[in-house]
Each structure stands twice: as C-alpha cells, then as structure tokens.
C-alpha cells in the first residue's frame, strides 16, 4: 500500500554525493516503500538540489526506530549548539 507521505522544506547546506559535494536546497521526508531497505516500509529523507540535476542528491531509507533515534539525537544537538550560541 502506497502511504503518500511526503513532506518537502526549504533547507541551506551542503551534501556530498556520487560527484563530490554540492549546495542543498531542499529536504523531503517521507514514509512509502523502501527501495533498498528490508522492511517493505521505510522513512525516508532526501535531501537535493534539484536545480544541479538530479545527480545532486543524497537518500537514506531508516526503519521507524532508527528515526526516531535519529530525531532524538538532532534535538540534543540543536539543543546544544543553541545553547553554545546564547553565551558565544
């Protein structure tokens, strides 16, 4: 079953792909069927600029609780370099 989950943001940085590093413009998040992945479902995160090709991207399939770790740990690391940034 297809989920049709899919959520696209506007992001600013950089990602390393088959053609070395690249200029990111967009991020997109998603829950459908994985590609490479073991389950038959898998969150998945590209992130790309399309303006570049579509060479210029770089996907990651995760199952569920790898996600969620991950968002964890991005938490506790934005939460982090925040408060780094509020006493530089």
């Known amino acids: 079953m297809c989920t049709m989950i899919a959520m696209t943001t506007a992001v600013s940085g950089a990602g ?11 991020a997109t998040v998603g829950y459908d069927h994985a590609t490479h992945g073991a389950g038959e479902h ?3 995160i590209d992130f790309a600029n399309y303006g570049l090709g579509v060479e210029a991207r770089v996907a990651v399939e995760l199952d569920l609780p790898s996600g969620k770790a991950l968002l964890d740990q991005l938490r506790a690391a934005i939460e982090a370099a925040e408060a780094v940034e509020a006493t530089s």
């Open 16 to 26: 390393k792909g088959a053609n070395g590093w690249f200029p990111l413009s967009q």
């Open 42 to 44: 898998a969150l998945l």
